[in-house]
């Protein structure tokens, strides 16, 4: 059984704290609708940088997971990365060997950005794949039950399909038994143009979740333009820091060049037959 006070009745590590309090920690001294700036963040001090969120060719990305290694090692200051393709973890955790072969300066998370039927969802700290289609909540249990973490995508986005909106995120915060470890309110892609002002506004008015910032990077160029402050240098720092509610979002929107990259590769041979073989999924799925 797993429970809010440890997954799987064991412990006290893994607790999500609901507490508004406690989880607005991170995001104390912000405004309403502002994510954290380089400035803020060496103050509080989180000097920790982690992006969670961005996918591969494995999934919709332009770039390899090899690619991806090397340009976080070599062209970003950040701490900690976790690859979340739509519904596959293969690329994942194939990235994690990778990783674990090399010697890189940075931590890395295995992950998943899992399709529910109300919105996309980040699986972080997994081993397998959480199905695709499933309920939000049957979603979230999956994630708890291998130790994992569940942190909604890109909500409160009006008239993106993938993004779970408000009467989805009150039944979670209602429930007893179900929860959100914590909310993405900075998505530096298109998700996030008006979005993220209104959900870290709603969720620290509301919901009080741990806030994280991230790129949801479909190319090299747009990985790091939206990060989590924290305290700490490591995957274990940022768990740690998501669970007592002390991250903060930070970042800027992708830019030109990014939404270039992108879409030079989706125009391209490679690119089409992945978005070919991605829309063949989604009808899957909707059967």
Request: with cysteine; proline share 1%.
């Amino acid at each position: 059984m797993v429970t809010r006070d440890g997954y799987n009745g064991t412990g006290n590590e893994n607790k999500a704290l609901n507490s508004n309090t406690i989880a607005s920690l991170g995001t104390a001294e912000l405004a309403r609708r502002k994510q954290m700036t380089l400035q803020q963040a060496q103050a509080a001090g989180k000097h920790g940088k982690a992006d969670v969120h961005m996918h591969s060719t494995y999934s919709d990305g332009s770039a390899t997971i090899e690619q991806i290694l090397q340009h976080v090692e070599h062209n970003t200051g950040l701490d900690v990365i976790a690859i979340t393709d739509h519904d596959v973890i293969e690329g994942s955790l194939r990235a994690r060997d990778l990783w674990r072969e090399g010697s890189y300066r940075f931590d890395f998370i295995v992950g998943e950005e899992v399709t529910t039927k109300e919105g996309h969802l980040l699986g972080l700290f997994i081993e397998k794949r959480i199905p695709a289609g499933l309920s939000m909540e049957r979603s979230i249990d999956l994630i708890h039950e291998q130790g994992g973490l569940a942190i909604i995508a890109h909500p409160l986005h009006r008239f993106f399909r993938h993004s779970c909106q408000r009467t989805v995120m009150d039944r979670i915060h209602a429930a007893q038994d179900v929860w959100f470890d914590g909310a993405e309110t900075w998505n530096a892609s298109f998700c996030g143009i008006y979005a993220n002002g209104v959900a870290m506004s709603i969720n620290r008015q509301r919901y009080g979740l741990p806030e994280l910032g991230n790129s949801d990077a479909h190319s090299l160029s747009a990985i790091a333009s939206g990060v989590t402050w924290f305290e700490g240098e490591n995957a274990a720092d940022l768990r740690t820091m998501i669970l007592a509610g002390q991250t903060a979002p930070g970042g800027k929107l992708w830019n030109v060049g990014a939404y270039a990259q992108w879409v030079r590769y989706l125009m391209s041979k490679q690119g089409r037959e992945a978005r070919r073989e991605r829309i063949n999924t989604d009808i899957a799925q909707i059967a």
